[in-house]
């Protein structure tokens, strides 16, 4: 039977809306804003998304008409009562309350800031100016917009059957993955692929496969929407946004090159356990690992982003027994544009020396590579970073230079402070 | 918003059924019962399940509870007044009216007889006695059935998202032989699919994807049922039970030889046009051409059903020439357990030198090789077949001795009498 109500209210729709909620982002933003709340309140700064693969005309695919109703309607959002309650009420990495009563009444008044968006050369510029506490709420809903109207502009040439198919290829190559992780021991992963997923529904059917499929080695999803509605652990920690806006508020080079250990002292004084993750390659791992104070051994773990992670893996451990730790007491959690195959050398490789997690992102979320002709649902690099923070501008080295963020001359002064040497180019495929 | 009336009424039903009306059977049945109803309405028949696949015991896979359940229910269906309308009002092969209003008015009261089932090694004896008239409609809701009922006892122990993917894989399977057949200029294909299809769904779905996919070179389906709802033809001719039942009926070895060309006589009373396609292999098609009178090389056709196609083709073209008839006025006609390999090198070898159509059958609507272990989804080859016609054992020879039916000696005897020599066996996988 037709539900004549259902097809009667869906046509009231004027668009379909890629981000329909405020918890339709990643956990980690929830707990950065928390500690921005209590301490940034304050600073300004300027996120601003960049398309790493400058091949892809993003203008010329969507819609600036599109865009700008998408990116509109996510302002038309707020926190509904139903989330607000899973905030307050929910038990995150093992914990009740993470979130203070006064910053869940801000969240609750909280609307998305205004958006600057122009075209230039085929590209989008989209920037997001105000305080850091609300512009910090852009990053993924600004990229899964983006992701999902490339995605939607391939998919509006497709009939109905040719869409269908090409679900089900996505289906099958997921289900592929599935069936070689679960041949993996002691497997721990989660999915990381909100900001780049293909679309809201896929990321969603993906994460059910990653339920039923791996059990108890799939430990939840970064997309507090996704966590709530399906009864899974959210999960993340923090972001490079945090040392980069601390380095850029830093007065001096003195003070810059203490930036990202001050970025932990204040992390360790809100949130603990599992919680407690370094992420040490905002200014190249190397230097942070020599610098760090000894308090940080006692961190739960590293989060290997942006270096080789056999390299990044061995030289947490190393740095572990240095400090007089066992590994296999500490965790390290890969990230970075993880597929099955390097999942599995890893594991292969660490298994048994260290306790160690994935986050599964966009090869999880987005993995139509082939799917369309010239490659055109491949999915691509594109970021949203905090370029400015107060007026200064924002660096971000990492340990691959075709990550590396800011003005030539502040990226010289950056390396310089933070003695960061030659670096090994890897290719950033997502 | 949940539908809850449709939840309701389906929870309403005790079974699922797997053929839930009159028309989800083949056109040739309908073509061949008026043939029936006109001349052999005195005429008593015994069809039989013969499962040529032994090492699938279905008696194991398929609960003969359900299995009565399903049959049940086929006779609890009646050609409804929306099927009667179609029937009377459709063009069928460029003609109206192709079935007369007695036959009609005949087949609105017609119920399927009752069945005999029985258990033996592991296997189901099914067998339907009583007028041809009547019989002869059990062949295909039987065989549907049975190969449901297989597939169900197999898809009973997955998962949703172990479901989900399955059907995503075969979806794939299918589009890209759809791709491989879209290069194929002047292309004509058919589904044959009906009666080892995998479910009455998958088949929907299947005759779906090829109205997407192929546009005209897709001509039509078996289907009675698919072809009323998505508006395609219904095609389809006769089948060897003619042949089978007016051999059995002959009083002697002369009248045997001549029974396979007082079936096409008979024949081409009723119908005309592309109707008129000889399916010349019952007792072997190289005696069938020898013996054949000069009419039979005014009709449209011949269909290659047990023959090496190839071969088969060549044998048509050589026999059209012969009677001084140009092969490219003529069809051919290729159903014998196709795929898309077959079809691209038939298509490639008799380009050009004479039409030539294809019936795409069980590999179209139930390829799920691989798809479970064991090959439990597989498809088998499973047949109903004309035992016995007013209490003579029938005899099926054809082209491929893998294939035969009967009694040993009275299969003898037709070798005999239809000069059968050496044949060559070719596998039957469906």
Chains 1, 2 share one sequence.
Not at 305 to 322: H, L, N, Q, R, T
């Amino acid at each position: 039977m037709v539900d004549i109500a259902t097809r009667v209210y869906n046509h009231k729709w004027k668009i379909d809306p890629i981000v329909r909620s405020m918890l339709d982002t990643d956990f980690y933003k929830l707990l950065m804003a928390q500690m921005i709340f209590r301490r940034q309140r304050d600073t300004r700064v300027t996120f601003s998304i960049i398309n790493r693969s400058q091949h892809i005309r993003l203008a010329d695919l969507i819609d600036a008409g599109e865009l700008r109703e998408q990116l509109d309607h996510v302002r038309s959002l707020s926190l509904t009562r139903g989330e607000s309650t899973w905030l307050r009420g929910n038990m995150f990495y093992g914990r009740r309350q993470m979130f203070e009563p006064e910053f869940i009444a801000w969240l609750e008044t909280f609307r998305l800031p205004p958006y600057e968006l122009e075209e230039k050369d085929g590209q989008y510029e989209l920037t997001f100016e105000g305080p850091w506490l609300e512009t910090t709420f852009w990053e993924i809903p600004a990229l899964a917009i983006i992701t999902e109207l490339r995605s939607r502009a391939v998919l509006k040439h497709m009939g109905r059957f040719e869409l269908q198919v090409l679900y089900a290829r996505a289906m099958a190559r997921l289900w592929e993955k599935v069936k070689e992780l679960k041949t993996l021991p002691d497997l721990s992963i989660a999915d990381f692929g909100t900001r780049r997923r293909h679309s809201f529904l896929w990321q969603d059917w993906c994460v059910q496969a990653l339920q039923e499929g791996l059990g108890k080695a799939f430990t939840g999803t970064s997309n507090c929407l996704i966590a709530m509605r399906r009864e899974l652990e959210a999960v993340g920690t923090n972001a490079h946004e945090l040392p980069m806006v601390y380095g850029a508020l830093a007065p001096d080079d003195a003070e810059l090159l203490k930036a990202p250990y001050h970025v932990l002292a204040d992390w360790q004084e809100d949130y603990d356990g599992n919680l407690l993750v370094i992420l040490p390659d905002t200014y190249g791992t190397t230097g942070f690992l020599k610098n760090a104070p000894s308090w940080l051994s006692r961190w739960t773990g590293i989060r290997v982003d942006s270096k080789d992670p056999i390299e990044g893996g061995e030289e947490a451990i190393a740095w572990w027994k240095a400090q007089g730790t066992d590994p296999r007491d500490r965790l390290i959690v890969f990230s970075d544009g993880l597929d099955v195959d390097a999942i599995k050398s890893i594991h292969a490789h660490f298994s048994g020396r260290v306790r160690f997690a994935f986050g599964w992102g966009t090869l999880l979320t987005n993995d139509f590579r082939g799917f369309a002709p010239d490659g055109l649902l491949d999915p691509f690099s594109i970021v949203c970073k905090v370029v400015s923070a107060n007026g200064a501008p924002t660096v971000k080295l990492s340990d691959n230079p075709a990550k590396a963020l800011g003005p030539p001359e502040e990226i010289e002064r950056y390396k310089r402070v933070f003695d960061v040497s030659e670096q090994s180019v890897r290719e950033v495929v997502v």
